[in-house]
């Protein structure tokens, strides 16, 4: 069975920092570039970061540029998303996602998601 378990979300003031992590299994997670998206209430999922299956290079939107930091353990099947200096506007529910192709187009699988509020 195919798992993405999210968690580390919660709430924070602004200014504050969470470090949310995506473990998976099921797959061949060294195989798949992983995501995070961002769904905001009322809106839509946004990639806002993503990592090559090798962990070498990253994406980030740049609403998030600077106080956000995605790496991965290829060894325990986990990517990380360390958010500093978080701001209001950052919350919502964040899901990871494994996506063969790389560019997070078409998500092979979805996790379950996150919730994290900041509030000022």
């Known amino acids: 069975e195919v798992q993405l378990q999210a968690s580390g979300g919660g709430l924070v003031p602004v200014g504050g920092s969470l470090r949310l992590s995506c473990a998976a299994s099921g797959f061949a997670f060294g195989d798949y570039a992983i995501g995070w998206h961002r769904q905001a209430p009322g809106g839509g999922r946004v990639v806002i970061s993503c990592?090559?299956?090798?962990?070498?290079?990253?994406y980030y939107a740049d609403s998030v540029e600077g106080r956000f930091t995605i790496s991965r353990d290829n060894a325990k099947n986990t990517v990380y998303l360390q958010m500093d200096s978080l701001k209001p506007e950052d919350t919502g529910v964040y899901y990871c996602?494994?996506?063969?192709?790389?560019?997070?187009?078409?998500?092979?699988?979805w996790g379950q998601g996150t919730q994290v509020t900041v509030s000022s």
């Open positions: 990592i090559v299956k090798s962990g070498e290079s990253a």
């Open positions: 996602a494994a996506d063969l192709s790389a560019t997070m187009r078409s998500i092979d699988y």
